[in-house]
Antibody
């Protein structure tokens, strides 16, 4: 059974760097065809994809946010870490990590999600 | 960046009725489209991937169709637990985008 759980600060100040950790179980990111993504949702708004890391350490970022994002993995701890620099109040959102359903035929969907963690940006 | 436009924004229906939700892409995404259901205070749940494949454990009343730029999610007969917000998502050119969502509410 695959599970994921996000952790990190609930409040950050403007201009600070946010670091979120996704701790997962039920799969290994060192196994072929695995991936973990980050998605956020501002209050009352739609979902927004942020970043994705594949089993082979390939990394992809949202074009609009790529200059502020870094995704990395700690395979030994079954964790994926997302950092976002220069936080602003508009970055206030619930941040989710999710397991990637991937098939080499082209399938890319997020089939198992964490519960999400709410992050507020305020001075 | 590919933009996904969902319509209608809100769909007011009664239990037992058929729901038809639309997702239109600004350019072709082939069949690389997924649908999610989200209830208040919960994480999204994957319903459909690759336009028409039901995810594990998803009831048969949910079906997806379409390819290229026009996609449809159909709920054949609404159950009380189906009233929620639905999002489409595409993956193309190594990037993902989500649509703005359709809220299915009880009439």
């Amino acid at each position: 059974q695959i599970t994921l759980k996000e952790s990190g600060p609930t409040l950050v100040k403007p201009t600070q760097t946010l670091t979120l950790t996704c701790t997962f179980s039920g799969f290994s990111l060192s196994t072929s065809d695995m991936g973990v993504g980050w998605i956020r949702q501002s209050p009352g708004k739609a979902l927004e994809w942020l970043a994705l890391i594949y089993w082979d350490d390939d990394k992809r970022y949202s074009p609009s946010l790529k200059n502020r994002l870094t995704i990395s993995e700690d395979t030994s701890k079954n964790q994926v870490v997302l950092t976002m620099t220069n936080m602003d109040p508009v970055d206030t959102a619930t941040y989710y990590c999710a397991h990637l359903l991937y098939h080499r035929s082209g399938t890319h969907a997020f089939d198992i999600w964490g519960q999400g963690t709410m992050v507020s940006v305020s001075s | 960046e590919i933009v996904l436009t969902q319509s209608p924004a809100t769909l007011s229906l009664s239990p037992g009725e058929r729901a038809t939700l639309s997702c239109r892409a600004s350019q072709s995404v082939s069949s690389s489209l997924a649908w999610y259901q989200q209830k208040p205070g919960q994480a999204p749940r994957l319903l459909i991937y690759d336009a028409s494949n039901r995810a594990t454990g998803i009831p048969a009343r949910f079906s997806g169709s379409g390819s290229g730029t026009d996609f449809t999610l159909t709920i054949s007969s609404l159950e009380p637990e189906d009233f929620a917000v639905y999002y489409c998502q595409q993956r193309s050119n190594w990037s993902f985008t989500f649509g703005g969502g359709t809220k299915v509410e009880i009439k």
